[in-house]
């Protein structure tokens, strides 16, 4: 599956940021919410919350699982998604877009170097796929 865009930077745990200036705006990917199935409930991020890179964020649950999403880089919180507290699978129907969770102001541009671009993602999703 290759619905990734290429702008975009990726996590090994299946978070995207697609930057923009010093902003990010992050989501899970399309290869997560497969995974995960329909999702029922995100747990949003508060506005102003300073984030590490890796540090939980949040929780998506779905009918299959619970699982806790991790932030692609540090932060602070300047915006969240409120439709998904009423439409949670936003993230199923459009993941790369509106499905989005929650904006932030990028803390160290350069840590964006440590995740993975479509390329390397999209191989390292192949990859998840032949273990599984």
Same mark, same amino acid.
């Given at each position: 599956?290759?619905?990734?865009?290429?702008?975009?930077?990726?996590?090994? !745990? #299946?978070?995207?940021?697609?930057?923009?200036?010093?902003?990010?705006?992050?989501?899970?990917?399309?290869?997560?919410?497969?995974?995960?199935?329909?999702?029922?409930?995100?747990?949003?991020?508060?506005?102003?919350?300073?984030?590490?890179?890796? *540090? /939980?964020?949040?929780? $998506?649950? !779905? /009918?299959?699982?619970? !699982?806790?999403?991790?932030?692609?880089?540090?932060?602070?919180?300047?915006?969240?998604?409120? &439709?998904?507290?009423? *439409?949670?699978?936003?993230?199923? &129907?459009?993941? #790369?877009?509106?499905?989005?969770?929650?904006?932030?102001?990028?803390?160290?541009?350069?840590?964006?170097? !440590?995740?993975?671009? $479509?390329?390397?993602?999209?191989?390292? $999703?192949?990859?998840?796929?032949?273990?599984?």
């Amino acid at each position: 599956m290759n619905g990734f865009p290429s702008g975009y930077r990726y996590t090994k !745990s #299946h978070e995207w940021i697609a930057v923009e200036g010093k902003t990010g705006k992050v989501g899970l990917t399309g290869y997560a919410q497969d995974q995960l199935g329909d999702i029922t409930f995100v747990e949003l991020p508060q506005v102003g919350r300073q984030l590490k890179q890796g *540090e /939980v964020f949040g929780v $998506v649950e !779905s /009918v299959k699982a619970a !699982s806790d999403c991790y932030a692609p880089v540090g932060g602070r919180v300047t915006a969240v998604n409120g &439709r998904l507290e009423t *439409e949670p699978d936003l993230i199923n &129907r459009d993941p #790369h877009g509106e499905g989005w969770i929650f904006q932030l102001e990028i803390t160290n541009a350069a840590e964006l170097d !440590s995740l993975m671009d $479509v390329e390397t993602y999209t191989r390292y $999703v192949a990859e998840q796929g032949e273990k599984g």
